[in-house]
């Protein structure tokens, strides 16, 4: 079974310029998570999808943040125009486990690591 | 607010030892507990899971306790190794007001193993 994929796995920009992140998850998963995870701390959420609707995007700074899931599959997340705060490693996670179920397992990708310059 | 805090921030041991890796949570209204290995570079692996109705889980030479009633937690690692050594993350579930849940992760500690 393949796993999450994320692309690019790097990505330097300079502040006020803008990026996209894509995001594969495992086939078959209906729910997808974005995860920010600055140097040294825990990933936070940021946005959450089941199938092709947000359930949580409660931490997303959406002034310059957004993200989508057309049908219901792979994902985006751009950031326009960035900022410095903005360097770290954005996560994609899925899983297969509808809300709800205790026993809701995430799988990771790799991440994409962003400095902004 | 869920708080989750983890201790200590990093470790070092020689190879072969014991050790125990503390999470502590402030709301124990939770779904469960895992436990999480990052490699530099790559993304997080799950490696235990407790339901909150459960008190432990094991797997090989790990083994995850989970307190609900102290919002405490251990990862318990037997007769370390240098391949251990990553950045352990410690995550509760917590059910959102929307219904749907949300993984709450503490700032992990870095082990590091040495032969």
């Known amino acids: 079974e393949a796993g999450v994929a994320q692309s690019p796995r790097y990505k330097i920009i300079e502040k006020r310029q803008s990026v996209a992140f894509w995001c594969n998850p495992i086939?078959?998963?209906?729910?997808l998570y974005w995860y920010q995870q600055i140097l040294g701390q825990g990933p936070k959420l940021l946005i959450q999808?089941?199938?092709?609707?947000?359930?949580?995007d409660s931490q997303l700074p959406k002034d310059r943040f957004s993200a989508e899931r057309l049908k219901g599959v792979d994902s985006t997340l751009k950031i326009q125009p960035a900022k410095l705060e903005d360097s770290a490693v954005y996560l994609c996670?899925?899983?297969?486990?509808?809300?709800?179920?205790?026993?809701?397992?995430?799988?990771f990708g790799a991440g994409t690591r962003l400095s902004v310059l | 607010k869920q708080e989750v805090t983890q201790i200590p921030a990093a470790l070092s041991v020689p190879e072969g030892e014991n050790l125990v890796l503390n999470c502590s949570f402030t709301d124990s209204a939770i779904y469960n507990l895992q436990w999480f290995r990052q490699d530099p570079g790559k993304g997080l692996t799950s490696l235990l899971l407790?339901?909150?109705?459960?008190r432990e889980q094991t797997s090989g030479r790990l083994n995850a306790s989970l307190d609900k009633s102290s919002g405490r937690s251990t990862l318990y690692i037997a007769a370390s190794q240098p391949g251990d050594s990553a950045t352990y993350l410690c995550?509760?579930?917590?059910?959102?007001?929307?219904?749907?849940?949300?993984?709450?992760f503490g700032t992990g500690t870095r082990l590091l193993v040495s032969p």
């Open positions: 995550a509760v579930m917590r059910r959102m007001n929307t219904g749907f849940q949300k993984l709450v």
């Open positions: 407790i339901q909150s109705s459960q």
């Open positions: 086939s078959g998963h209906a729910t």
């Open positions: 999808f089941q199938n092709n609707g947000v359930v949580d």
């Open positions: 996670a899925s899983s297969s486990h509808l809300s709800g179920l205790s026993k809701n397992i995430q799988y």
